[in-house]
């Protein structure tokens, strides 16, 4: 299966049609948050209906918790729950931990770990988790140290793959026991990535 990942969209969608048409044939579109900047929520359906492909998404922490109500309408809300799809159980994780910025959708880091451990409790097979926010050392790093989630670093080997977003900085992937951990790049900018998982899970960035 051909997965277009799209993450840190901050209300501008300019470069998605053609990100879109670059990427061809895809079986879906995995959105990791940061839909809006701020609101209004309404803005992401411009985004939504760009794609005819099942679309699955949890937003990120600039974006306000009442987005998670439009998502329950449009596309596949992943936040706090899962998705089968053919062989493939996705799990979600919408906002991030905590940061100094005070933003609309913040998760204590014991919260994280309650989600996730809910989530996983009785999955097997192929598990692919959608976060907003990357685990601590992997693809967070930013000026002042390492931005990522303790709690969500404690799952690695747990998921075959994590696609996240969150800092900006990050882009590209890494392998942590057995995790292999993607931030597409800021789909503001025009980066994003093309994920194909058939055997083996292989990345592609692609950018406008």
């Known amino acids: 299966m051909k997965f277009l990942a799209l993450s840190d969209l901050h209300g501008d969608y300019s470069h998605i ?4 048409d670059k990427a061809g044939d895809i079986d879906a579109v995995l959105i990791a948050g940061d839909i809006t900047n701020f609101g209004p929520d ?3 359906l411009e985004l939504l209906g760009m794609f005819k ?6 937003p990120g922490n600039c974006d306000n918790l009442s987005l998670l109500r439009l998502l329950d309408e449009n596309p596949i809300n992943l936040h706090n729950s899962s998705y089968a799809l053919n062989d493939l159980t996705f799990v979600g994780l919408g906002g991030s931990n905590p940061t100094p910025f005070n933003t609309p959708f913040e998760l204590s ?4 770990g309650e989600y996730i451990g ?3 409790a009785n999955l097997k097979g192929r598990i692919i988790l959608l976060s907003h926010a990357p685990p601590r050392n992997t693809l967070d790093k930013v000026p002042r140290g390492n ?7 404690r799952y690695l080997g747990r998921f075959d793959l994590i696609v996240c977003g969150h800092i900006h900085e990050g ?5 942590v026991n057995g995790t292999l951990v993607v931030n597409p790049g800021v789909a503001s900018k025009g980066q994003a990535a093309l994920i194909t998982i058939n055997d083996e899970i292989k990345v592609e960035f692609i950018d406008t």
Do not use: N, Y
């Open 171 to 175: 882009r590209g992937s890494v392998k």
């Open 42 to 44: 309404e803005h992401a």
């Open 109 to 112: 880091e014991k919260k994280i």
């Open 53 to 58: 492909e099942p679309v699955l998404a949890v």
């Open 17 to 20: 049609e053609a990100l879109r």
């Open 118 to 120: 809910a989530l996983l």
């Open 147 to 153: 931005a990522g989630s303790e709690a969500l670093a």
